[in-house]
């Protein structure tokens, strides 16, 4: 499956926020009733996504015409930061997201970043094991404001 997908990075000539956002928000779907505080996809939309891919460097997972994934990174200092990673339900398992995670170690050498990170909800305990599996480690519990216990973990990938 992963041999037919394409990784293009989103540039000026990309067009399909709608697609994009029914994208994040269907495969981002599961978490919901399950997160506290909700997840901020709930606040993204067209426009805003536009201007994260402006404001950050995003790609898009093709199969054919299909949008069937995206990434978006935003450089830190010591860090390249991997945002709303989202598979299409009918894709996953098949390799997409490791495909994206390898552009962003990819990004990250070329960026001269050491490493990689991110952030995944405290109860989605099947991405921390996911994420474990392909080499991040759990460094940090964070909350989000107004909340005094942790509502999310930090995780890294240290590169080679």
């Known amino acids: 499956m992963a041999d037919s997908i394409e990784i293009v990075r989103i540039d000026g000539c990309f067009h399909r926020w709608g697609d994009l956002l029914a994208l994040i928000l269907s495969s981002f779907a599961y978490m919901d009733g ?3 505080p909700p997840s901020s ?3 993204l939309t067209a ?3 536009a201007q994260k891919a402006c404001d950050e460097i995003a790609f898009v997972a093709l199969e054919d015409a299909n949008l069937v994934g995206c ?3 935003r450089p830190e200092p010591g860090f390249l930061y ?3 990673l989202a598979v299409s339900l ?3 398992g098949k390799g997409i997201g ?3 995670l390898s552009v962003a170690e990819d990004l990250a050498r070329e960026m001269r970043l050491p490493a990689l990170r991110l952030e995944t909800r405290i109860e989605l305990t099947s991405n ?3 994420f474990g599996r392909w080499g991040f480690v759990k460094t940090a519990e964070n909350s989000h404001a107004g909340f005094d216990r942790a509502t999310s973990i930090e995780m890294q990938k240290r590169l080679a």
Do not use: P
Request: charged residues 20%.
């Open 90 to 92: 009918d894709y996953q």
């Open 128 to 130: 921390h094991q996911t």
């Open 47 to 49: 426009a805003s996504l």
């Open 34 to 36: 399950v997160v506290d």
């Open 41 to 43: 996809a709930h606040r």
């Open 71 to 73: 990434v978006f990174f």
């Open 98 to 100: 490791r495909l994206l």
């Open 82 to 84: 991997i945002g709303k």
